[in-house]
């Protein structure tokens, strides 16, 4: 399937990885882009040395392209910000503040810059700064989420830019994926769908977790403090929102979280850790390689796109 993303970055489908905290590294970036995706390496905070041994571990893998997520508010985003120019990436995706200031030395590299966006104002404005596409990411997705749902704020997106929109949020197989094209997205991005892919490092309790999810199991917390963040529900969710309602400060909230993330990624923690998932959860019920999950999704697709069943 042709559309402009696939034109401007040079993939066979328009399916994107998302840029998943711990998550998204080198064998699942270079899986993807195998694929025929595009394969993201999450710089997440990792020091400039990581995100740079991550990005020549997935050229050894594939000589496809793929790109690197950039949180904005890491305080080594500058110097990622220019290694990423050094090691010729074919994207950047940008999350947690605007990538105004680094637009003109990207753009200059040939580099695609796509920032993530939660409202229609975010996404004039970067196409406004010379965004080459944007993606519009609803409160379906899991992890940092905004206040609205991809069914509502793509097409909206879609009617106040020129640039392509790259939908997220929600979508994990072929209906999805249709239902998104014809709200006038040029491609998806996916989380929750590749945290269980074969080639994923995530510890196997956190793939079963997700496997096994219900549709109702996801939970958001930190709503209080601004900031959030979609998990699947388990002793540590039940304990935050319990806190978080009877008033508990920032900072307690914050260090009831520290280092929870990797918990559950790397150590398998499931009760302890946040296990961060998309709503689409409760519908992944098996784990399949980056191959396959695509292929399948595109398969589907293109089956309900032209109109049969």
């Known amino acids: ?11 066979k489908y328009p399916i994107i990885q998302g840029g998943m905290a ?7 970036a270079a899986a993807v ?8 390496i999450g710089a997440a905070s990792a020091p400039v040395e990581i995100v740079r041994e991550e990005i020549q571990k997935a050229k050894e893998l594939t000589d496809k392209p793929f790109g690197v997520n950039i949180m904005l508010l890491n305080p080594n985003a500058p110097d990622i910000a220019r290694l990423v120019i050094e090691e010729k990436m074919a994207a950047v995706t940008t999350g947690a503040g605007t990538p105004e200031k680094y637009m003109d030395m990207w753009k200059e590299a040939g580099i695609k810059v796509i920032p993530v966006v939660a409202s ?9 700064c010379g965004a080459d596409a944007v993606v519009a990411e609803g409160m379906e997705a899991g992890g940092h989420i905004g206040s609205q749902t991809t069914m509502a704020l793509v097409p909206q997106i879609v ?5 392509p929109v790259i939908a997220a949020g929600g979508i994990g197989d072929g209906r999805g994926f249709a239902a998104v094209r014809m709200l006038g997205a040029d491609a998806v991005q996916m989380g929750t769908r590749f945290v269980v892919a074969e080639e994923s490092i995530v510890h196997e309790n956190y793939k ?3 496997i096994k999810a219900k549709d ?14 979609r998990i699947l529900r388990n002793q540590m969710s039940k304990e935050y929102l319990k806190r978080e309602k009877e008033g508990a400060s920032f900072e307690e909230l914050e260090m009831m979280t520290l280092g929870a993330l990797r918990r559950a990624v790397i150590d398998g923690d499931v009760v302890r850790g946040s296990v961060m998932a998309g709503q689409i959860a409760g519908l992944i019920q098996k784990k399949q390689s980056c191959r396959e999950i695509i292929e399948e999704i595109m398969g589907q697709a293109e089956t309900l796109l032209a109109g049969q069943r």
């Open 1 to 11: 399937m042709k559309t402009r993303v696939t034109d401007m970055l040079g993939i």
């Open 22 to 28: 711990w998550v998204a590294e080198h064998h699942l």
């Open 33 to 40: 882009s195998e694929a025929g995706g595009l394969g993201i």
């Open 120 to 128: 229609v104002a975010m996404a004039k404005r970067m196409e406004r």
């Open 159 to 163: 009617d106040a830019v020129n640039i």
């Open 208 to 210: 079963e977790r997700i």
């Open 216 to 229: 109702i199991d996801s939970v958001v917390t930190g709503q209080s403090t601004g900031h959030p963040i």
